[in-house]
């Protein structure tokens, strides 16, 4: 399968060679180096390619990369990013990719394909939340972080222990107010 491709500089419609699409074998989401000078990787919903085969103008361009979809024939028809980097290694990224197969082709700033290479984009998986049966009666504590659960005559006991605490409590306040009582 070929196609041509047309990038648009400064007004003037500059001609692309006819270019092969390199279709990468292996596991989806994953891009093998492509002979052709570029090669794509994706991470969930990213595609980046990186190359070192464009070189820096003296303006500074690099040139640009596409992301083509299915139906898409040519360059201007794909997302098109600016390559970035430095003059050994130049880049470019898409964020916000949906599941699918792709088509990155890269133009050098002079007019020259760095190459064209296909990814699949493979879809990004999302945790589920399941809810948790909670204890009926709460969390227990106890001494020692031992939990046990105590019956209504433990209660009741416990409250008359506390009722005579208090009592004694308040008797005994009372005795040290009145110095001249016995």
Known sequence: MRMTQTLVRSGQAVAVA????ALTAGMPGMAAAAATGINVTTSGGTVQVTTTACV?????SMGNASLLSS?????AQGRQVTLSGTSGTQSAAWSSVTSGTYTVIVV????????TQSVTVSPVSTPTISA?????RGVMGGMGSTSQDYGTVTYAAGGVLVAAGVGATVWVL??????NRL
Do not use: E, H, M
């Open 56 to 60: 820096t103008r003296s303006n500074g």
């Open 132 to 136: 948790t049966a909670s204890p009926s």
């Open 108 to 115: 050098c700033a002079d007019g020259t394909t760095a190459g």
């Open 18 to 21: 006819a270019l092969p699409l």
């Open 71 to 75: 139906g898409q024939a040519n360059f």
């Open 174 to 179: 009372r005795r040290r107010s009145k110095p």
